[in-house]
């Protein structure tokens, strides 16, 4: 084995799936669980390649509400988000980002 993998196996100092240490006072939260949300909103900034994909994904999805999109050319933005309200099954889907 060369230096570098052993200096690099040498300095790991945590063994494969052991729990790491906390800090004096820290919590656990693994088994945190907040209330049930009514409405999830949701903002997208770039709506070129993936964005309009993710944003309809996420309009068809009971309780959510978009309530911005934003990307540098307008007609991306206008487009993403009629489509949006399309998808949004009357759903309130607000895009002005006036809030």
């Known amino acids: 084995m060369g230096s570098l993998g052993a200096g690099f196996l040498l300095g790991c ?4 799936g ?15 669980a907040a209330p049930a949300l009514q409405r999830v909103r949701c903002a997208f900034i770039g709506v070129g390649a993936r964005g309009p994909g993710h ?13 911005a999109i934003s990307d540098l ?4 933005a206008k487009k993403s988000a009629a489509e949006c309200a399309e998808k949004g099954r009357g759903q ?3 895009h002005s980002g006036n809030r």
Do not use: N, W
């Not at 100092?13 to 494969?16: G, M």
């Not at 944003?55 to 309530?67: M, S």
């Open 92 to 94: 309130r889907q607000d």
């Open 55 to 67: 944003a309809r994904q996420i309009a068809e999805i009971e309780g959510t509400e978009i309530v």
């Open 13 to 16: 100092s945590e063994k494969r």
């Open 73 to 76: 050319y307008e007609d991306l």
């Open 18 to 32: 052991s729990t790491p240490s906390r800090a004096s006072g820290s919590q656990y939260m693994g088994d945190f």
